[in-house]
Each structure stands twice: as structure tokens, then as C-alpha cells.
């Protein structure tokens, strides 16, 4: 264990925290380790939702270069933010154990969904989602940094802002007053960490290894692969979630149109022994019901 794993990671209090986790998990292995901070082009581009900047991986590419160019060992990412189809070279080692994937509405004062109000979000998926069930309310976009995003929130006229969970808890930023959106299927992955590594730097590849939670990993890779099925990324409405419920898995999908009119779903549960290609399946199904025509609509609206 003579070689330090050089850590990398993006700037953010949030992103610095996952990394650290890392960090501590592989030192308690006995693994020497140090942390590389860079600042990704997602995290400098806050005058554009992220939809119309046009870049896979936006937040994940500049440490993909890093790694290939031999600055770092490896990566943390929030795994929701991951490409479904990692750099050549580049592997998925660990899926950390997953916090919760809840969505949450912060909110300043009480607040009435029956009024019309204005719902701050960066997301397709949450403001897809957000005017299918509240076609009255006004959404704006809202970018940045988990602290930037409470920040602008509080300088605003908004009603509330959507965020995920997990992430304001983790920093101990989350607020008092929130609700939970246990009705909005969440990114897929969401609340998950995944580290990845070199194919071909077998040291990292064993070490990090050792970090993998196996029921995390299941589900994460069941809805990365109904994601990657839709082809779908940052500019596309769509949600998933599979749990592990005794020895079956609950999955549940949703492909939105971008004005929150269109909903497309899918449910199902098979036994765990059976997880392969679960995604896929329902994938196709969404598919196969109008998501071909559904997703071809979202690609030619993106353009324009």
C-alpha cells in the first residue's frame, strides 16, 4: 500500500464532503490518500440552465480528463450527474451506500399549492414533473452550488425551490422548513456516491473496490440502464427509482414531456435474483407506449 491515492474531486462544500467520505473509508483500509480539488465547467457556467450549455458529463468531464492525463487516480461523483456511458479507459469501481433519493420543496413561509406561485428548480425532471401536478404554478430556472441555490432562494420572490435531499443533509444546510415530494420520482441514482478509477490501474481499481455496497449498486445500475435505454441525460424529463424490498425489487420510471403535460410511466417488481436487464425491460416498455415519439419531440425542442 505504498502508493497514495490521489483523490479527485470538484470544489464544492457538497462534492469536498463525498470525497473526504472516500477518502476516510480507504485510510481506515490503511490506504494512503490525498485529496486533488478542480473546478468543473459546470460549476463556472451558472448563467445557463444546463440543458442549453450541450455537454455530456458537464460536471464529471474535467475530472475524466485529469484522470486520463494522469493528474488523479480517482474520481468522486455524485452518481446522478454520471454519463451512463463512462471515457474509454475510465471504469465504475464502488457505488457507496445510497442516502436518501428524495426530492424536497424549501420553502420560506407556508405554502399553498392552490395558488398560483413561482417554483425555483434546474432540473427538467423536477420542473416536468412540478407543472403536471401544478400546471398553475410559474417555474424558473436556478443554478449553482447547494449553498448558492439556498442563497438565491432567500433573495428571491419564490415560493420555494426543489433540491435534493441528501444533498443539503449532508452539508447540514437542510432547513426547517421543507416538504417532502414523496410523489416526485427522483433522478436516476440520486443520493448515491460512485468512485471511479483507470481500467487499467489495478492498485485503485482493487482498493476502491472494497467500498462497493452491493444493494446500492443494483439499484442505481437498473435505473442508469432505463436511462441509458431512453437515451436520456440532463435534457431529458426522466425519473426512476428501484428499492429492495425483502427479495424483490420495486421499480418505478417516468418519462415527462418538458411542459409537464405528457407523463409516461412504469411499475414493476421482480425477484432480486433477477435484476439484470430490469431497467432495459422497462426501458423499452416506455418506449414501445409512445417514448420513442415522446423522446424524438424533447430532442427537436432542445435544438430550437
Known amino acids: 500500500m505504498s502508493k497514495t491515492i490521489r483523490i479527485g474531486t470538484r470544489d464544492s462544500e457538497l462534492a469536498l464532503w463525498q470525497a473526504k467520505t472516500v477518502q476516510t473509508h480507504l485510510e481506515t483500509l490503511g490506504y494512503s490518500t490525498t485529496l ?69 420543496l424549501v420553502t420560506k413561509n407556508a ?9 425555483a428548480t434546474g432540473s427538467l425532471r423536477r420542473k416536468a414533473q412540478w407543472l403536471h401536478r401544478y400546471p398553475h404554478h410559474r417555474v424558473v430556472d436556478l443554478r449553482g452550488n447547494v449553498n448558492t441555490r439556498l442563497q438565491k432562494l432567500e433573495e428571491n420572490e419564490w415560493a420555494g425551490a426543489i433540491f435534493a435531499k441528501a444533498g443539503l443533509k449532508r452539508i447540514n444546510v437542510l432547513p426547517e422548513t421543507f416538504e417532502i415530494l414523496d410523489w416526485m420520482v427522483p433522478a436516476p441514482a440520486q443520493g448515491a456516491m460512485v468512485v471511479v478509477a483507470l481500467e487499467r490501474d489495478d492498485f485503485c481499481v482493487e482498493a476502491t473496490a472494497q467500498l462497493n455496497h452491493k444493494p446500492s449498486d443494483i439499484c442505481t445500475h437498473i435505473e442508469r440502464q432505463f436511462l441509458r435505454t431512453l437515451e436520456g441525460g440532463c435534457t431529458a424529463p426522466i425519473g426512476a427509482l428501484a428499492q429492495i424490498v425483502g427479495n424483490a425489487i420495486k421499480f418505478k420510471g417516468c ?5 409537464g403535460k405528457t407523463k409516461l410511466e412504469v411499475a414493476n417488481s421482480i425477484p432480486v435474483s433477477e435484476y439484470s436487464g430490469f431497467g432495459k425491460k422497462a426501458g423499452e416498455e416506455i418506449l414501445a407506449n409512445g417514448g420513442t415519439e415522446l423522446m424524438a419531440d424533447i430532442k427537436s425542442q432542445m435544438k430550437k
Open 36 to 104: 486533488v480539488p478542480v473546478k468543473a465547467t459546470g460549476d463556472l457556467l451558472l448563467d445557463k440552465p444546463l440543458y442549453e450549455l450541450g455537454i455530456t458529463g458537464i460536471f464529471t468531464k474535467t475530472l475524466d480528463i485529469a484522470m486520463l492525463n494522469g493528474s488523479v487516480d480517482i474520481a468522486v461523483h455524485s452518481m446522478k450527474d454520471v454519463p451512463t456511458r463512462l471515457p474509454k479507459g475510465i471504469v465504475q469501481t464502488a457505488v457507496l451506500e445510497r442516502a436518501t433519493s428524495e426530492d424536497i
Open 255 to 259: 418519462l415527462f414531456s418538458l411542459d
Open 111 to 119: 405554502f399553498n399549492p392552490i395558488d398560483p406561485c413561482t417554483i
